[in-house]
């Protein structure tokens, strides 16, 4: 099933976002921040529960790139350099840097971190949601 648009959770000095159809569960967010990512509370997210450079920090290391972020005074993330094509283990290809994504429709999406299905199975296509043969790893 395709993503839906990105859920906004605004605080004070920064705004996450996160992309539902995108997350493969990784956890990074959950052990690397749990003051601001609880899954066992509503909302999930609490922006100001740490300071917005960790946050952001925190966010960088989502390998599917469900969360983003954008500070307060302006900046968002800014793209590894060089940009990096990875297998992992499971087969799925995980990209970070400057990216151009594009999807079935035609939509380009800017990224900089993204996990793209490399099985063809996925119902969210081009990114990874876990429904084939990548999912057993």
Same mark, same amino acid.
């Given at each position: 099933? +395709?993503? %839906?648009? +990105? %859920?906004? =959770?605004?605080? %004070?000095?920064?705004?996450?976002? =996160?992309?539902?159809?995108?997350?493969?569960?990784?956890?990074?967010?959950? @052990? $690397?921040?749990?003051?601001? /990512?609880?899954?066992?509370?509503?909302?999930?997210?609490?922006?100001? $529960?740490?300071?917005?450079?960790?946050?952001?920090? #925190?966010?960088?290391?989502? +390998?599917?790139?469900?969360? !983003? =972020?954008?500070?307060?005074?302006?900046?968002?993330?800014?793209?590894?350099?060089?940009?990096? #094509?990875?297998?992992?283990?499971?087969?799925?290809?995980?990209?970070?840097?400057?990216?151009?994504?594009?999807?079935?429709?035609?939509?380009? @999406?800017?990224?900089?971190?993204?996990?793209?299905?490399?099985?063809?199975?996925?119902?969210? !296509?081009? /990114?990874?949601?876990?429904? $084939?043969?990548?999912?057993?790893?």
């Amino acid at each position: 099933m +395709p993503s %839906k648009e +990105p %859920k906004a =959770y605004d605080g %004070k000095l920064v705004t996450v976002t =996160y992309e539902t159809g995108r997350c493969l569960h990784a956890a990074e967010c959950v @052990r $690397g921040l749990p003051e601001v /990512f609880d899954s066992g509370s509503r909302p999930w997210v609490q922006p100001d $529960g740490a300071g917005p450079e960790r946050v952001a920090e #925190v966010i960088r290391r989502c +390998p599917s790139g469900a969360l !983003q =972020y954008r500070l307060a005074d302006g900046p968002t993330e800014e793209p590894d350099r060089p940009t990096t #094509v990875v297998r992992d283990p499971a087969g799925r290809l995980v990209l970070r840097g400057d990216l151009s994504v594009t999807s079935p429709d035609g939509t380009v @999406r800017r990224e900089t971190r993204a996990m793209l299905c490399a099985c063809g199975v996925s119902g969210n !296509q081009p /990114f990874c949601d876990l429904s $084939g043969t990548c999912h057993s790893d």
